[in-house]
């Protein structure tokens, strides 16, 4: 396997071109190009892996990006390439672009393309599985695009803790076709909505991962590689989008995942030892990419307009800080069992090593500790034990002794045997270690000698130092005293600005009490007001209900004044009345209207002196509630007034307090650096005599001092700090009383807002019943007048019937004479006879009147019936129309599910075909160009019971 590599994340920056509302809008080119590897906006460069400026074409971009990490993947390695930028700033059309055009394609088809061209080109004895995966990050859940029943997936570990998504479907292809179709379908199920900066802005982050295996036949070796291609979904500013309802849920959520995004890159460019990977689903699934063993290219893309410009560099930022993320990468490679016997053979030959190195070690620790000096020839090398162990392993193979060194001949004339030269070699090499050891010694013992002369000297530079030290601190401890003379005299008048300041503020609590007890007593005056303008609400209120019902009254008493009139015009034209009945009725019929009338009259009087009534408590009130207003604006302009000198005196004891404090601390420190330079003072005099016990004794006595001045010291702290505990409590009751007079402050607004509301409603009420009782005053003038009309009528009607009567009268006095005699009087008779039709033609036109009058109203009558007709019809009408409208939305409804079941049942197939063949699959061959021939070689039954696919093999070699 691969050693293990670190490098960092490749970035690329790449600008759109203005689109046709930048142009629209006369929006300005702001990038400047400095380079393949830099930009500049506003004066400030950026620097990437590579800058590509906004004629960049789809080819150029993908072979300068995107090219090499396909065979990367197809080696063994993990890849990732995601897009990152604004909304509307090229991500989708750089990731996918049309996918079917050649020229405008983006990386994901590219990418595509290229896999299935590596594997025709590469060797015939390899043998390779692709899966895809295809989902999507909608609102923080995960969805499957190749299976839209799975709409919220989890992310799992594997063994190797490497984050992946659980139930996601993995479809098994075989050619770029299988891919681009699925493609096609996840596409069609992506969330897209329309906002004002793109027609087409993608709502969730997509995720495309294509798993590569591949096998040797011959060598068995096995390879895996990931590679995800994410296309993230931008940025919203929801001021500039527009967003609106579900689209303003989505960019929410949205800006929220790449947030925890940006907090991931930003621990993992700070080394943080906390990474933030489980914030977001989508931090989770991309942990592999960031950080961890995976290529991975970022596409940071812009826009390059003035209206974008912050957001554009806030994404070149990000870029720049992604940048120094580092990942380390590895092989992804299954070892075969004869590699694994060889990497065992190698570790154990390493171990080996170790132990003699370890056991060497050792051996000279010994005699380290033993007071034995190793000589250098004798200590631990690299080189001379990887030469034992040679030495070692040879003798173990060829069964020698292992004689570095030429036999020794002690003695001349004798002869040794080998056991003999053996122990003498042994004693020789150990009496030379003990002299390099001696000579280590010496060496390390003169450097020690040199080492204490340089201290020497480096000791009296320091006394000398020390000295002029010494002589500095005396004079700024001079000054320091003289200082905190001054700083004392200072404190002690700040103390006395702080009594000033504490009486003072007394007072003004007790005004502020004061004002308080005037401010209650004027809220009680308000609700005795309010509570009398609820009463006259309520007499209000009684008074309305009065005049509706006077109005009932006299709408009554008209309409049987007009149904008696009708009555007594019928009666009147009817020529077979009898002159008794006739005139009783009439009689009756008179009086009651008189009586109907004279109610009227008194009735309108009290409503008059009512409606008087009503008017002077009004202007009552309104003066009350004027001075009400006037004592509350007074009042609120006192408490604004004792807010401002509160807020002062609150200002004026911080300011004094930090002084306090800073004053505290300077006599503190001076203090301490008084008695810091004091004990030094005789600590060095005492040095220079050379007189330990008397130094001691001094030190004793400084000690002693150095503890009386503490205790003294503590003692004023002690103090001070009872002092202002007691100021921080009176501040803090002062704090208290401000907080409770706001609050008192804030109710009596509110209630003041209240009654301002009841009384514009009050006002409101009295403008009503104003209108009312000037519709009333116009009623009353016109009931005045029909009364004056309806007692001239009946005053008419009174004299016609009084000379109809003795009309009658002496008509039958008259043909009473005329029976007895005919021949007198004719020029009498005629007159009266004349007399008598001037009446009759009188009360002939009286009813003409009054049948006309009811003519009229019997006219009017059917058309009202017409309206209520119409209006009848148009109900039924409309209920109609929604009955109609129900009944084809059941049916509409009705032939939706249909669909939905048909396309169910004819997706179904399909979807089994997809299941069967990701337990199936095809493996693809180098050389095997989609469409050749196929001749099965691998027995499908044993690769079916392994849970292996199907191999299938194409034509070369392996045929």
């Not at 909304?87 to 990386?107: A, F, N, Q, R, V």
């Not at 989505?250 to 940006?262: F, T």
């Not at 009945?581 to 409503?607: C, N, P, Q």
């Amino acid at each position: 396997m691969a050693d293990p590599a670190e490098c960092t994340i490749k970035v690329v920056c790449r600008f759109r071109p203005l689109n046709s509302a930048e142009v629209a809008r006369g929006d300005q080119y702001i990038p400047k190009f400095k380079g393949e590897d830099c930009v500049v906006i506003a004066e400030k460069p950026y620097y990437f892996d590579r800058v590509f400026q906004s004629n960049t074409t789809q080819v150029q971009f993908y072979n300068a990006v995107a090219q090499k990490i396909v065979k990367d993947v197809l080696d063994g390695y993990n890849g990732t390439i995601f897009a990152y930028g604004q909304t509307s700033s090229g991500k989708t059309h750089t990731m996918e672009g049309k996918l079917h055009d050649p020229d405008m394609m983006g990386i994901i088809p590219r990418i595509v393309q290229d896999i299935f061209n590596y594997i025709y080109s590469m060797d015939e004895n390899l043998e390779f599985h692709i899966k895809v995966s295809y989902f999507e990050i909608y609102l923080d859940k995960i969805k499957d695009l190749l299976d839209v029943s799975k709409t919220n997936l989890s992310v799992h570990e594997d063994k190797n803790r490497v984050p992946f998504v659980k139930g996601c479907t993995e479809r098994f292809v075989c050619s770029p076709d299988e891919v681009m179709d699925a493609i096609d379908e996840g596409k069609s199920n992506r969330h897209v909505a329309v906002t004002n900066m793109n027609e087409h802005s993608s709502r969730s982050h997509s995720i495309f991962l294509i798993n590569i295996k591949q096998e040797n036949s011959q060598t068995e070796q096995k390879l895996t590689g990931k590679l995800y291609l994410v296309d993230l979904a931008g940025s919203e500013k929801v001021g500039k989008t527009g967003a609106e309802g579900t689209v303003l849920d989505e960019a929410k959520m949205i800006n929220k995942s790449l947030s925890s995004l940006g907090n991931v890159i930003s621990a993992l460019a700070e080394g943080s030892t906390y990474v933030p990977y489980r914030d977001s689903k989508m931090t989770r699934i991309l942990q592999d990419s960031l950080g961890g063993n995976c290529r991975t290219t970022m596409v940071i893309c812009c826009s390059p307009s003035a209206f974008n410009d912050a957001e554009t560099r806030s994404t070149l930022l990000f870029g720049q800080r992604a940048k120094t993320i580092k990942n380390t990468v590895s092989l992804n490679m299954e070892l075969t069992a004869e590699q694994w016997k060889s990497k065992w053979e190698k570790e154990k030959e390493k171990n080996k090593k170790l132990k003699t190195t370890v056991t060497w070690l050792e051996n000279e620790l010994n005699r380290w500790r033993n007071g034995e000096s190793v000589p250098v020839e004798e200590q631990f090398d690299k080189e001379k034990a990887k030469a034992e162990v040679q030495a070692l392993d040879t003798a173990a193979n060829n069964d020698k002794a292992a004689a570095s060194k030429p036999a020794l001949n002690i003695l001349p004339g004798v002869q040794l045997t080998d056991a003999e030269k053996g122990k003498y070699e042994e004693e020789m090499a150990k009496l030379y270690k003990e002299m390099d050891d001696k000579d280590d010694e010496i060496n390390q013992q003169s450097q020690l000698v040199e080492k204490l002369k340089q201290q020497m000297l480096d000791q009296e530079e320091l006394l000398a130092s020390s000295r002029r030290d010494h002589d500095t601190l005396q004079t700024e401890l001079n000054r320091l005293l003289a200082e905190n003379e001054a700083s004392k005299e200072e404190v002690k008048e700040v103390l006395q600005a702080l009594e000033e300041l504490a009486v003072n503020y007394d007072q003004k609590s007790q005004e502020v009490e004061i004002k308080t007890k005037e401010f209650e007593a004027l809220s009680e005056e308000l609700n005795e007001k309010s509570s009398s303008l609820a009463s006259i609400d309520s007499e209000l209120q009684k008074l309305k209900e009065m005049t509706n019902h006077q109005k009932k009254r006299v709408t009554e008493m008209m309409s049987s004044l007009l149904k008696d009139l009708a009555e007594i015009g019928i009666a009147v034209g009817s020529n077979d009345i009898k002159q008794q009945e006739s005139s009783g009725l009439i009689d009756e019929e008179f009086t009651v209207a008189r009586l109907y009338i004279s109610k009227m009259k008194s009735e309108v009087k009290t409503m008059v002196k009512r409606s008087k009534q009503l008017e002077s408590t009004q202007a009552e009130s309104s003066q009350k509630l004027d001075e009400t207003e006037r004592e509350l604006t007074a009042c609120q302009l006192r408490i604004s007034q004792h807010e401002a000198k509160i807020k002062s005196l609150t200002d004026c004891l911080q300011n004094v307090e930090q002084k306090k404090r800073q004053l505290e601390e300077n006599v503190d420190s001076l203090n301490e650096e008084i008695v810091r330079i004091k004990a030094q003072e005789k600590v060095n005099a005492m040095e220079k005599e050379n007189e330990i016990q008397s130094a001691n004794e001094v030190k004793d006595a400084v000690e002693k001092q150095i503890l009386s001045h503490r205790e003294a010291h503590q003692k004023q702290v002690s103090s001070l700090r009872d002092e202002l505990d007691n100021k921080e409590k009176l501040i803090t009751e002062l704090q208290d009383l401000n907080q409770k007079i706001i609050l008192e402050q804030e109710t009596l607004k509110v209630e003041h807002e209240k009654l301002k509301t009841t009384d514009q409603e009050k006002s409101r009420q009295l403008q009503e019943l104003t209108v009312m009782q000037d519709r009333r005053e116009q009623a009353r003038q016109d009931l005045k007048g029909l009364e004056e009309t309806v007692a001239r009528e009946l005053q008419t009607l009174h004299n016609l019937r009084r000379l109809f009567v003795q009309d009658l009268a002496t008509r039958l006095k008259k043909n009473a004479q005329m029976d007895s005699e005919d021949t007198e009087g004719s020029t009498a008779q005629k007159q009266k006879i004349s007399f008598l039709e001037s009446n009759l033609e009188q009360l002939t036109k009286v009813h003409k009147q009054l049948v006309r009058d009811n003519a009229d109203l019997r006219c009017e009558i059917p058309k009202l019936e017409k309206r209520l007709r119409a209006t009848a019809e148009r109900v039924k009408g409309l209920e109609a129309a929604l009955k109609e409208a129900k009944e084809n939305a059941a049916r509409d409804r009705k032939r939706y599910q249909q669909e939905v079941e048909r396309i169910k049942d004819t997706v179904k197939p399909k979807n089994m075909g997809r299941r069967a063949s990701a337990v199936i699959a095809k493996p693809i061959r180098p050389g095997q160009l989609p469409g050749a021939p196929i001749n099965t070689s691998v027995n499908r039954s044993n690769l079916i019971q392994n849970n292996q696919p199907t191999g299938i093999k194409g034509g070369g070699n392996n045929s």
